[in-house]
C-alpha cells in the first residue's frame, strides 16, 4: 500500500506525517475482557489526568487542534477524533465498544491523544491511498449521516474518500468479517519520527494480541 500526502496538505503542513500499518489475516471479534478491562483502566486514568475546561491548553491536544487551524479546519467545530474521545471520558460517557480491533483503535487514541483512522483493507480501492484537501463531494459517514467535504483533510482512494481524522467513512468500516487492516495515525507535526514509529509498534502488538494476524507493513509518510 503506498500512502502520500497531496501538495495541498504539504503547502499548508510543511512537516505533516501519517504513520501507517496493514495487517492480514486478522479475526475481529467482539470485545475480549481483557480489552475492556485495558479500556475501563485508562479511560479512569484520563478522568484523573484532564479537566474538560481546560482540555484545549493540553499540548498534544493543542497541538492537534493548531494542525486543524492550519488547514482552515475549525478544531471546535469538526472535532479531532482523539478529542472527542476525551472529551466523552471527562463528561463521564463511557466509549463505546464496538468490535476487538475499533476498541483497540480507540485506546491507542485515547492513549497517544491522536486521530486514530482504521479501515477494512478489502474496502479501500486501488493500492495508493493520497492525503489531500478535497473541496467538493460528500460521503457517508460510519454513524450514517451524508457529510459534505468541505475544503478539509482526507484519505482518498481511487473510490473518492474514505478517511478522515475526525470522521470515517461508512464504506471501510471494520467489522466481524473484516480480514485485511489498514490503520493511520494522524501524527501533529511537533511528533519525532521515533515517538511515532514506537506508537506503530505499539499499536500493531496490541491489534495482533487481540485480532490475530500478521503485521505486512509498516511505515511513515511524510511530505516530499
Known amino acids: 500500500m503506498k500512502i502520500l500526502i497531496d501538495k495541498t496538505i504539504g503547502e499548508r503542513l510543511p512537516h505533516c506525517q501519517l504513520g501507517y500499518l496493514t495487517l492480514t489475516g ?5 470485545t475480549p ?3 475492556s478491562r485495558e479500556i ?14 481546560v482540555l484545549p491548553q493540553v499540548p498534544k491536544i493543542m497541538a492537534v487542534r493548531n494542525m486543524y487551524k492550519k488547514l482552515s479546519v475549525d478544531p471546535s467545530r469538526y472535532r479531532p477524533a482523539s478529542e472527542a474521545l476525551v472529551r466523552r471520558v471527562l463528561q463521564n460517557r463511557s466509549l463505546y465498544f464496538v468490535n476487538s480491533a475499533v476498541d483497540v483503535n480507540n485506546f491507542c487514541s485515547l492513549k497517544y491523544l ?10 479501500v480501492k486501488g493500492d495508493c491511498v493520497t492525503y489531500r484537501i ?3 463531494g460528500a460521503y457517508t459517514n460510519i454513524a450514517g449521516h451524508t457529510i459534505q467535504a468541505g475544503q478539509r483533510p482526507y484519505l482518498c482512494d481511487a473510490g ?9 467513512s461508512r464504506r471501510t ?9 489498514l ?13 511515532l514509529s514506537a506508537m506503530l509498534d505499539f499499536t500493531a502488538e496490541m491489534l495482533m494480541r487481540y485480532n490475530g494476524g500478521i503485521l505486512v507493513e509498516k511505515g511513515i509518510a511524510a511530505v516530499e
Open 183 to 195: 490503520c493511520v495515525i494522524y501524527a501533529d507535526e511537533e511528533e519525532s519520527k521515533e515517538e
Open 114 to 123: 491522536l486521530p486514530f483512522g482504521l479501515y477494512d483493507l478489502d474496502e
Open 160 to 168: 473518492d474518500i474514505f478517511g478522515n481524522p475526525s470522521s470515517d
Open 26 to 30: 486478522v479475526s475481529v471479534k467482539g
Open 40 to 53: 475501563t483502566q485508562l479511560q479512569a486514568e484520563m478522568a484523573e489526568r484532564y479537566q474538560l475546561n
Open 134 to 136: 478535497v473541496g467538493e
Open 173 to 181: 468500516a471494520v467489522t466481524l468479517s473484516s480480514e485485511r487492516l
Open 33 to 35: 475482557p481483557a480489552l
